[in-house]
């Protein structure tokens, strides 16, 4: 199963259908206009986009890091990133995405606001 990101950034034309890309994602059933935001995988940079489709390989889903992001498209994957980077710079004030994502994250799973 994939891992996502609890608070997970939903592009405009990828928000109304969020629930069914994931549960389809889940399944290894993405439909092939759909892109995802991982943290970058290398370790080295901050995130990586990738299309619906490499998801829906079996040997690529096994080493997927935790998406943070569905866009509906390339273009409103862009935006995304774009949209967090930003959020990132306002709230740490600096760009250190992965870290920041992360430690919201495990403040999520310890019920702290």
Same mark, same amino acid.
């Given at each position: 199963?994939?891992?996502? *990101?609890? &608070?997970? *950034?939903? %592009?405009? %034309?990828?928000?109304?259908?969020? +629930?069914?890309?994931?549960?389809?994602?889940?399944?290894?059933?993405?439909?092939? =206009?759909? !892109?995802?935001?991982?943290?970058?995988?290398?370790?080295?940079?901050?995130?990586?986009?990738?299309? %619906? !489709?490499?998801?829906?390989?079996?040997?690529?889903?096994?080493?997927?890091?935790?998406? $943070? %992001?569905?866009?509906?498209? +390339?273009?409103?994957?862009?935006?995304? $990133? $774009? +949209?967090?980077?930003?959020?990132? *710079?306002?709230?740490? =004030?600096?760009?250190?995405?992965?870290? !920041?994502?992360?430690?919201?994250?495990?403040?999520? &799973?310890?019920? $702290?606001?």
């Amino acid at each position: 199963m994939l891992s996502w *990101y609890g &608070q997970l *950034y939903t %592009g405009e %034309g990828a928000a109304k259908y969020a +629930r069914r890309i994931r549960r389809r994602a889940d399944a290894g059933k993405t439909d092939v =206009g759909h !892109w995802f935001i991982t943290l970058a995988s290398n370790g080295s940079d901050e995130l990586d986009l990738l299309p %619906g !489709w490499l998801l829906s390989q079996k040997n690529f889903r096994a080493r997927v890091p935790m998406i $943070v %992001g569905i866009a509906a498209d +390339r273009r409103e994957a862009l935006d995304l $990133v $774009v +949209r967090i980077a930003d959020e990132c *710079y306002r709230a740490t =004030g600096d760009a250190n995405i992965r870290e !920041w994502l992360l430690s919201r994250e495990r403040k999520k &799973q310890a019920g $702290v606001r």
